[in-house]
């Protein structure tokens, strides 16, 4: 391993790395092209001929599909060797969850199976559990599902009052609850469920197969949209589990469910990236297609800006997710290295990253509604046709901002948890936050000559002073109370959103030039440059209203000017950059960005 700083999660907000440590799609090797190659054709010829029935619902047709994905080793991607599959990185993982992303309602079965269903025993189960059930769940022998919500227990998972008793004898424990909204619940052999142990206060995570006696499985629900994926509500009634199919030590549960919805907030990320990128190309194939006024609409400026924004938010996306995934495969071979289990070291290293789990899964769901909403708008009528696949994709992306803890939840574990990280000192956050505020020149400004990138980075360090300004005010203003004043809390998640998926931009296009020249990155100059240009605006709103939800304190016109110096960028011409990456979109005729 080389010797990059990895960031600790959150630490973004008061560190820089250097381009050279990130990793970029345009860095795909061999290999990993080939795997994403044999997901795109699965979806191809496996997939899309099939789709209609799939989402009639077939149940029994997306079984099919899902195991014929396992016999081509899709579902083992993940898996170490010895337990039947290749053992890939975690970017590897990331680029499958991109591709079969564009897979509607499969994609939501597929990635319950290979991320929630299987990955709690494989991460936390001991070898026995491991050779019994992953092994399996590798190879699509058996699917998997992952049992939490309860009716009355939806973002606040450790209230449900799902509970297990140990038999007297001690091989069993006696299970009885019920679990709602649980994906591939029809189609699934083996379950992770969550209960309680006795009176215990937290929960614990047992393997369930549907066969035990008691396990009672509803018809499916009718849904707005992910037709052909399975969700029902499970009934638990007096099922015997054995003892040896506890996962992890007794009340670990609600650690297992936290660490899997981190990982399950990430991939989900990946998914709806790959789903994005199918829709921007629908979206323009349509404009080349579609005449209005003996004209194609792909040249109407208004159908270029949206095409434009598209393909601007979704680079944003790409960006992130795999800047991202290096840091997670970096710190999962640090706890490797320090004899860490193959399993909880995984884990471990995705779950370090909460903030930026709970980032790319809020900006990338709704990146994708904005871009599926808009390839609606382009297709005009035919978009609310349910001939085109724009209509199917509308009504698929509306669950991401609910799927993995809703935005609203994962908006508060931003700001929350990178403030908890900083109060615990693992980097210096409020001191820092605090120097800034009673510093007489807060923004950084232009000093001589700077280069296309280094003003970007420069307008990017200014964000972060602008957050760090929001963040000691609120805690100045409203200390342990902070977090019930969601407002500001997430104000400051969306100045941080935007911020991330900024700085992630800039290194990836100036690790571009380095790496290809100047000509490569032509028309990355103008994507970076309207995000950062619209991101300024939506980061001086954020934080202005911050302050402004203080009332009158001391310093605050200070404050406010202040934030507004951090979020003063160059002026840039929106409409032509936007019409030329619109140009570069309608000349390929896919998004190929």
Request: hydrophobic share 40%.
């Amino acid at each position: 391993m080389n010797n990059k700083k990895v960031l600790k999660s959150g630490e973004f907000l008061v560190e820089e790395i250097n381009p050279n440590d990130i990793f970029i799609p345009e860095e795909f090797n061999e290999e990993q092209v080939m795997i994403a190659q044999t997901c795109s054709d699965f979806l191809e010829t496996e997939l899309y001929p099939n789709l209609n029935q799939i989402d009639s619902p077939d149940i029994q047709l997306m079984k099919s599909t899902l195991k014929k994905a396992g016999e081509l080793g899709l579902m083992g991607i993940c898996i170490p060797e010895e337990y039947g599959g290749f053992g890939q990185d975690f970017i590897t993982q990331m680029h499958v969850a991109e591709v079969i992303g564009a897979g509607y309602s499969f994609s939501v079965a597929f990635m319950a199976h290979c991320g929630i269903g299987t990955l709690p025993i494989m991460y936390y189960g001991n070898e026995d559990q491991r050779q019994r059930y992953v092994t399996k769940l590798a190879t699509g022998e058996y699917l998997g599902a992952y049992c939490l919500t309860e009716p009355g227990a939806g973002s606040d998972a450790n209230s449900g009052k799902t509970h297990a008793t140990l038999s007297e004898d001690g091989k069993h424990y006696i299970l009885n609850g019920q679990k709602m909204w649980i994906t591939n619940a029809n189609l699934a052999d083996v379950q992770t469920v969550f209960a309680k142990i006795d009176h215990d206060r937290v929960l614990s995570a047992f393997i369930v197969e549907r066969a035990f006696p008691g396990v009672v499985v509803n018809p499916d629900e009718h849904k707005m949209g992910i037709k052909g994926s399975s969700t029902a509500q499970i009934f638990y009634n007096d099922v015997k589990v054995p003892v040896e199919n506890l996962i992890g030590k007794r009340g670990e549960g609600f650690r297992v469910a936290l660490s899997i919805l981190h990982m399950g907030r990430i991939k989900l990320g990946a998914n709806v990236l790959g789903a994005s990128k199918k829709a921007i190309t629908d979206s323009v194939k349509y404009a080349n297609e579609r005449k209005q006024f003996n004209t194609f609409i792909s040249s109407f400026g208004a159908i270029q800006y949206k095409l434009a924004q598209q393909v601007i938010r979704t680079w944003g996306l790409d960006s992130a997710i795999y800047k991202l995934s290096k840091d997670i495969d970096d710190q999962i071979n640090r706890n490797k290295e320090s004899g860490m289990d193959k399993g909880r070291a995984s884990i471990e290293g995705i779950s370090h990253y909460a903030v930026e789990a709970a980032i790319v899964k809020v900006f990338g769901s709704e990146v994708l509604d904005y871009v599926i909403d808009e390839t609606v708008q382009i297709h005009g009528g035919m978009g609310y046709s349910a001939e085109v696949a724009a209509e199917r994709g509308y009504r698929d992306s509306r669950i991401n901002r609910i799927f993995e803890g809703t935005n609203e939840i994962n908006r508060l574990l931003v700001s929350d948890t990178a403030m908890k990280r900083a109060m615990k000192g693992e980097y210096d956050l409020f001191g820092k936050a605090e120097a800034l505020y009673n510093a007489e020149q807060v923004a950084e400004v232009k000093t001589g000559s700077e280069s296309f990138y280094e003003e970007k980075m420069r307008n990017i360090r200014n964000f972060k002073k602008a957050i760090m300004l929001l963040i000691h005010g609120a805690n100045k203003r409203y200390a342990k109370n902070l977090v019930n004043e969601q407002e500001v809390m997430n104000n400051i998640s969306e100045m941080m959103m935007e911020t991330y998926v900024a700085e992630s931009m800039a290194l990836r296009f100036e690790k571009i030039r380095m790496t290809r020249g100047e000509e490569a990155t032509t028309i990355l100059r103008d994507i970076l440059d309207v995000f950062v240009y619209d991101a300024a605006d939506l980061i001086r709103k954020n934080g202005c209203d911050g302050i402004y939800s203080f009332g009158e304190f001391e310093n605050s016109a200070k404050v406010i000017r202040a934030i507004k110096d951090c979020t003063c960028v160059n002026p840039v011409n929106v409409k032509d950059a936007r019409r030329r990456i619109a140009a570069k979109l309608i000349e390929d005729n896919a998004y190929r960005f």
